[in-house]
């Protein structure tokens, strides 16, 4: 395997994708039959190439061939074998060959699960999958060429930023740009079902699974994400509103609410022109959101390679990409036929609600995030926008969402009625009231106190709504099971991706609360924090292989009984003359203890040490929130009629029952 | 979304707002690229005041145990004055102190305490001392950043008419930047 091989199978996946683009499609305008079935091998056929092409730049990093300009710049002979591997997608190049080969397995993966699609569907989803991974297969290929050779090759490469050498952020990447590239899969089925000028209760059906698939892995690459900044970055903050942050909520947001609208399609045959326009709006985010990452437009502490040359080019990828679909959408969408008429109080009603104030979340990062660039662009001001806008903005729209999520999926379809359901809901909402009570006794601030309550209200009902589905204790016990074990498994991931985002929102809510200090003690000395007794017990140096550390020993105790010991340290990376924090972190699952030594003050004869000391109330339950959102998600996808009952086309429109 | 509603020409409006707006979006990141290309636009620039430019405008509002002040009191100033950031929280700033309290005696120090509660301000220059003239407070961390200020503590030279004439970002009580201060406030004085 050389880099030249990798170059050669990159080029080869870069024709397949034109073809896969182009065959099809003529295919499907004329009915051919040959040409359509074509989609599905060239779709196999791009990702082998690509898959090679990988193999060969990890065979390369492995190999410490410094030859290519890439692993030169990023890799060492002395980093770890781990990161030799994970280090190929840390870096820009790399990182887009990864984006491609993600693309080219979800096209394989359309071409592998989508065998009852209709063949002419098949064939442009395929044909616009292609078209976009023809798209930055070129981008790579031109502009960000992994396999570039330098010459003559020196003896060692120039090392990787320690901060990412980190297991947390080595596998976060592939879970996130998952997650991202797995909308291209409602984008192409949107962008095919405007070409055919038909959105049904079938299409419906056919894109839920895909969005529920890449919701879950953005979840899980987002709250990766958050975690590694909380223990890696030792600022005690999981979530700092940057730029490349709110460039992954922001599809989060937009994908949420397609995965929702989704259902009304697929149950009452509306909201379809809006289900088509998310679809293409959360791809056209995610897409945005990475790439201006990479033009170095938008101010973060994510540096890539920031180049506007290559700005252009991703510009105007872009430009095509989402340009031609939103123009494709103008043309085409007037024509759909619009949906049924439907009552506000339905099911149906509130997941409107829940599209409306999901979509005014995104408006809201959104309108943060590009409000910098733009003020400086049009008046030439810098400003800068933060937490406090954040939080206010938000989180008033999301405790609504809280408040209309937990009773939504009891609601019946079409015509309901409130009062039976809120009879249902009242040892929910005795939880609620009880919760509201500890939360004014325990927190401080409206929107905690607020975002708590709602948080406590979503769990509940999410549990009352599977206790309702079972008719727990209002039929013997083992009844109850047997009907829990008939129950479709997406009913239980609803509910449970709904009880995570109530879990996340008590971490959050708790979070508020945290307390912190920062101080400059002597070996010896004792500090209080939140009713834990700190004291820096010793200062030692230790040698790593490639730095040196200086390990800090804190004992914790309560009431004078050791809670615990850690061990912060702080090392120093010789070669990138740069150092990076080690927090330790002592977890009960209600609290962290996080400890971080920083820099070491006054003469040898006296040193004192900076420490950083948070009390985290609740931290680890927002990525455990997260993980159960994920887990519902993926519950719901391993349910049967997600999986294989995808319907054929109703030859009329309302022959699918409603539920 | 009803069966009867808007009309098709309504509805193709309508369905054309996204284009609209994506395109508005995109020809602006158009017009910031191609001026970072061109040098004329760089968003990460943070528009530090450099020394020979008049002080920013601002206002600080009252921080005990001072009084707050905004850019026309550095306009009317007749002799010149040490502007310092500095936060509670901040442990080079503590280490600074001893060396303001000395400076406080030859040149008039005005305060400004950045993203700190004014409660731990106060408490703060209680304990620690308080070299400060007149102090306000900058909770928000808005005035830092149109002073360009990048961490604290940070001091700023103004000489009289507001012109800012040095800018120091680290602490004073290291000798190479209390040596550039001083050779700043020998220039403002000739």
């Known amino acids: 395997m050389s880099p030249e091989l990798g170059h050669f199978a990159l080029a080869l996946a870069c024709a397949f994708a034109f073809a896969q683009t182009i065959l099809p499609l003529i295919g499907a305008q004329r009915r051919d039959r040959r040409l359509m079935t074509m989609a599905p091998g060239l779709a196999l056929g791009q990702v082998i190439a690509l898959g090679a092409s990988f193999l060969c730049l990890i065979d390369a990093a492995i190999s410490d061939d410094f030859s290519v300009a890439n692993i030169l710049e990023n890799s060492a002979v002395t980093k770890p074998l781990l990161y030799k591997i994970t280090g190929v997608w840390g870096n820009h190049e790399g990182s887009i060959l990864l984006w491609a080969l993600i693309l080219g397995l979800c096209g394989a993966a359309v071409a592998a699960f989508g065998r009852n699609l209709p063949a002419a569907l098949r064939a442009r989803v395929l044909a616009v999958l292609g078209g976009v991974a023809a798209g930055f297969e070129l981008f790579c290929l031109t502009t960000s060429d992994p396999f570039d050779r330098v010459w003559p090759a020196p003896l060692d490469g120039q090392g990787m930023n320690p901060l990412l050498q980190d297991p947390g952020l080595a596998f976060h990447p592939p879970i996130l740009y998952t997650g991202y590239v797995g909308f291209a899969v409602p984008f192409a089925f949107a962008i095919a079902a405007l070409i055919e000028g038909r959105v049904d209760a079938a299409w419906g059906r056919w894109v839920r699974p895909w969005a529920v698939a890449a919701w879950a892995f953005l979840t899980c690459g987002i709250a990766l994400g958050s975690w590694w900044s909380y223990y890696v970055l030792g600022w005690g903050g999981y979530w700092f509103w940057d730029p490349v942050e709110n460039a992954s909520l922001i599809p989060w947001l937009s994908g949420t609410a397609l995965m929702h609208s989704a259902i009304v399609v697929e149950k009452r045959e509306a909201l379809k022109i809006w289900t088509v326009l998310l679809a293409i709006a959360t791809f056209s985010f995610s897409l945005s959101g990475t790439f201006l990452v990479r033009s170095g437009i938008l101010n973060s502490v994510h540096a890539f390679a920031n180049d506007p040359a290559r700005g252009i080019f991703i510009l105007g990828l872009l430009g095509l990409v989402i340009g031609g679909s939103l123009a494709l959408f103008a043309w085409r969408a007037p024509s759909l036929t619009a949906g049924g008429l439907f009552s506000p109080v339905s099911r149906e009603g509130l997941l409107v609600l829940n599209n409306i104030l999901l979509c005014s979340i995104c408006a809201v990062v959104l309108t943060g995030t590009m409000y910098p660039p733009f003020m400086s662009l049009l008046f030439g001001k810098t400003i800068s926008v933060g937490k406090p806008f954040f939080d206010a903005a938000t989180i008033p729209l999301a405790i609504p969402l809280f408040a209309f999520m937990g009773f939504g999926p009891m609601l019946p379809w079409k015509r309901a009625q409130m009062w039976p359901v809120l009879r249902r809901l009242w040892i929910a909402a005795l939880a609620t009231l009880l919760a509201f009570a500890v939360a004014t006794w325990s927190l401080s601030g409206v929107l905690p106190i607020l975002c708590a309550t709602g948080a406590v209200w979503v769990i509940a009902t999410s549990a009352t709504d599977i206790a309702n589905r079972v008719a727990l204790f209002r039929i013997p016990l083992g009844q109850s099971f047997n009907r829990a074990r008939f129950l479709p498994r997406a009913a239980f991931g609803a509910a449970l991706a709904h009880a995570g985002v109530g879990v996340s929102a008590l971490g959050l809510a708790a979070m508020s609360q945290a307390q912190h200090k920062i101080v400059e003690v002597p070996v010896g000395q004792t500090e209080s924090l939140a009713g834990y007794d700190w004291t820096l017990a010793g200062v030692k140096t230790e040698p790593g292989p490639n730095y040196t550390a200086l390990v800090g020993t804190i004992e914790v105790r309560r009431n004078g009984h050791l809670v615990t010991v850690m061990h912060p340290s702080k090392r120093s990376f010789n070669a990138q003359n740069q150092t990076t924090t080690e927090v330790s972190i002592h977890t009960n699952g209600f609290s962290d203890l996080y400890g971080v030594i920083g820099d070491k003050h006054g003469d040898d004869a006296h040193p004192t040490y900076v420490l950083r000391l948070h009390y985290n109330p609740l931290a680890p339950w927002m990525w455990l929130g997260a993980l159960i959102m994920a887990f519902g998600g993926a519950l719901s996808l391993s349910d049967r009629r997600m999986r294989v009952g995808a319907p054929r086309r109703a030859p009329a429109p309302n022959a699918v029952a409603a539920e | ?174 000798d190479e930047v209390q040596n550039a201060l001083d050779a700043a406030l020998g220039q403002t004085k000739r």
């Open chain 2, 1 to 174: 979304m009803s069966a009867e509603g808007p009309s098709l020409a309504r509805r193709r409006v309508m369905m054309a707002l996204p284009l609209a707006g994506a395109g508005v979006v995109g020809a602006a990141f158009w017009g910031m690229l191609s001026g970072m290309q061109k040098g004329s636009f760089n968003p990460h620039d943070i528009n530090a005041p450099s020394t020979g430019r008049p002080v920013p405008d601002f206002a600080v509002t009252d921080q005990t145990p001072g009084v707050g002040f905004s850019s026309h009191d550095l306009q009317a100033i007749t002799t010149p004055v040490l502007i310092n950031f500095f936060a509670s929280w901040c442990i080079p700033c503590i280490a600074e102190m001893p060396q303001l309290l000395k400076l406080r005696d030859r040149l008039p120090i005005w305060g400004i305490a950045y993203k700190d509660k004014p409660d731990n301000a106060a408490g703060f220059l209680r304990h620690a001392g308080n070299p400060y003239a007149r102090i306000g407070s900058d909770f928000e961390g808005r005035v830092a950043i149109d002073w360009g200020v990048s961490g604290v503590p940070e001091s700023f030279l103004i000489a009289p008419g507001g012109k800012i004439v040095w800018h120091g970002a680290a602490g004073l009580n290291n």
